[in-house]
């Protein structure tokens, strides 16, 4: 069970961080507007790279979690599963990593840049969880089924910004990395008892299907001259347009306008089972659960499927005084979005600030350093996460990391 546990998190882990040398335009990380560029504080060229990754759950206490990467017993906690049950289980692994190029000629700024970025999202509601330890009549079966359960929409970016004043536009195109169908990513559960004997079976078959532009066992295997191959062949990655405005103050986005969607060649195919039993005859009471997990299976596509990404729209609003502050939200037009909101000091060659973000999964507290060194410039933010605003020993930890490095001019 440890095995497989650390092997879906390697596959997750593997996916977010195959670009690791990517590029982005996207100083506020996961809230873009190419017209921020104006604040890396670039004379006439710097290289940014970046990097932001945040990982929240509402599933599991940090004692669970230590319990089950060693392979101990751990207890439920009520609190916590009681919180779940109201909400439904979830996590999510929001990504967004590379750098961009930014030379500045006066009023006119070109921005050439790759990016990978997505999210990972998981989406179980409370009606399923509930078959478990909600009220349930004896010697009745019930089942459920969910479709769409994991969403995966990881994509690869490349292209060029023009900023001029307050408004820019980008060209871009891109190609799938992991892209989730809806239709056949579907969880089965069933739940039946008796009560003579007392005997009760919960059972949960789940099925993921991903598609990709590259073949995603030489990601697994981390064959990286190959995935470097296989992308490299544009002519089957899609177009898309983005446009903004942006100030000091105030700004505002429409990203992932599609003009031609990409083609995945490869798709990739996963299954679990889990199981639970309860049995008892007199005072002899019985309880087992079992778990197991296949290997991915990728396969090459007779023909390919077309992706595209979801629009996103973003703001923000904020000011850069001594005491400086900002609001910034996101929204993509499938039901997706985060907020957060900042508030610290600004020292001129250095800022110090604390972020309070949330979205559709936890919580999310950060604190941030950012130096200007004005050759050299660093933005450094640490996360943590929680099913709760005020965390505590029963609340659900996750963590997040985003570092931004500026050189030159």
């Known amino acids: 069970m440890r095995k497989n546990i650390k092997n879906i998190l390697f596959l997750i882990v593997l996916i977010s961080c195959v670009s690791i040398f990517s590029m982005t335009v996207q100083p506020f990380g996961l809230f873009g507007n190419a017209a921020l560029v104006r604040e890396d504080f670039t004379a006439l060229l710097k290289l940014v790279p970046f990097v932001e990754i945040e990982f929240g759950q509402n599933i599991l206490t940090l004692s669970n979690i230590n319990a089950l ?11 916590t599963l009681s919180a779940a049950l109201q909400d439904g289980f979830k996590f999510g692994l929001p ?11 006066g009023g006119f700024r070109i921005i050439p840049y790759t990016r990978i970025d997505g999210n990972i999202f998981l989406n179980i509601p409370k009606t399923i ?15 459920d089924s969910l479709k769409g359960f994991l969403v995966g929409d990881v994509m690869t970016n490349g292209g060029v910004a023009i900023v001029l004043g307050s408004i820019y536009v980008a060209g871009n195109v891109f190609a799938p990395v992991f892209y989730t169908d809806y239709d056949l990513t579907r969880l089965d559960v069933s739940y039946t ?4 004997p007392a005997y009760a079976e919960f059972n949960a078959d789940a099925h993921i299907r991903a598609y990709s532009r590259i073949p995603l066992n030489d990601l697994i295997n981390q064959n990286i001259n190959n995935v470097i191959e296989q992308l490299s062949n544009v002519d089957d990655y899609g177009m898309s347009l ?29 299954n679990a089972n889990a199981n639970f039993t309860y049995t008892a005859e007199g005072t002899d009471v019985t309880a087992e659960a079992t778990y197991s997990t296949t290997e991915p299976i990728v396969s090459r596509l007779f023909a390919p499927i ?5 629009i996103q729209i973003t703001g923000y609003l904020k000011n850069d005084g001594f005491i400086m502050w900002g ?26 600030y604390y972020m309070l973000g949330f979205n559709q999964v936890s919580y999310s507290h950060t604190i941030g350093v950012n130096a ?3 050759f050299l410039n660093a933005d450094l933010k640490l996360t943590a996460t929680s099913n709760s605003l005020t965390p505590s020993e029963n609340t659900t930890p996750g963590i997040g990391f985003s570092l931004m490095i500026s050189a030159g001019l």
């Not at 990467?69 to 009520?78: G, M, S």
């Not at 509930?130 to 010697?139: A, C, E, Y």
């Not at 983005?242 to 060649?265: L, M, S, W």
Request: hydrophobic share 45%; no cysteine; proline share 3%.
């Open 193 to 196: 008892s008796t009560a003579t």
């Open 372 to 374: 200007n060194l004005f």
């Open 242 to 270: 983005e446009f903004g405005f942006g100030t000091q103050n105030f700004g505002i986005a429409v990203r992932n306008i599609v003009i031609r969607p990409a083609k995945a060649y490869y798709s990739v195919d996963f």
């Open 69 to 79: 990467l060693n392979e101990e017993d751990f207890i439920i906690n009520e609190q």
């Open 129 to 143: 969880p509930q078959l478990l330890v909600g009220d349930t009549n004896i010697n009745e079966t019930y089942s």
């Open 306 to 310: 077309e992706i595209k990404p979801e």
């Open 95 to 105: 990504v967004s990593l590379g750098a961009y190029v930014h030379l500045n000629l």
């Open 327 to 352: 609001i910034m939200g996101s929204y993509w037009l499938d039901g997706k979005w985060a907020a957060k909101g900042y508030a610290g000091l600004n020292l001129a060659i250095a800022r110090l």
